[in-house]
């Protein structure tokens, strides 16, 4: 065996992502998969081509098995590799849209995921860390993300929603740039 195929790391995970027409919310957790922005770009272009007016709910593009659904006005995307079981794709997708469903009391939309930025970063964390699944129980994920939630002290709280708006100002700004 070559000694670069015993180090490399796999990741059952490949992407994560929320997206509107305009914007997006991207995590890619394999870093050799897309390594340049641009590439990145292009595979979430050619992704939301490809299924936002279809009726399924996985996807096959570039070797990449997706799966996917849509609330409103956004996209939930999950990545893994062709070889990933589809079944455990879909439950981070659905374990993510649940979580994000309970935490905004069912208003799963574009104005409410902004304006609960903190809470959605926290969610994905709490599902997924660095491509490897760490729950796929809505319930468990809420418990968890509350309980970090009320552990906050007022100093941490107000530094989160200190960087949340800087992140929003930024995603605003970007979406400026790249409107289609």
């Not at 997206?19 to 979430?44: A, G, R």
């Not at 849509?70 to 589809?86: H, K, P, R």
């Not at 994920?141 to 552990?151: A, M, Q, S, T, W």
């Amino acid at each position: 065996r070559n000694c670069n195929q015993v180090l490399k790391k796999e990741y059952p995970l490949k992407c994560l992502y929320i997206k509107d027409t305009i914007m997006e919310l991207c995590t890619y957790y394999d870093p050799e998969l897309y390594p340049s922005m641009k590439e990145q770009k292009n595979f979430e272009t050619n992704v939301f081509n490809k299924t936002h007016k279809a009726d399924n709910e996985i996807a096959f593009l570039e070797g990449m098995t997706i799966v996917y659904k849509s609330s409103i006005d956004l996209f939930f995307y999950v990545v893994g590799s062709a070889q990933e079981n589809e079944l455990m794709l879909m439950a981070v997708l659905n374990c993510l849209f649940e979580s994000l469903s309970q935490m905004l009391r069912k208003n799963v939309e574009k104005r409410t995921l902004l304006d609960n930025m903190d809470g959605v970063f926290l969610v994905v964390d709490e599902i997924i860390d660095g491509g490897v699944i760490l729950e796929s129980d809505p319930q468990q994920v809420i418990e968890k993300v509350n309980y970090r939630v009320r552990d906050c002290t007022e100093e941490q709280i107000s530094l989160c929603n200190e960087l949340t708006k800087k992140l929003r100002r930024n995603i605003v700004i970007s979406t400026k740039k790249h409107k289609i």
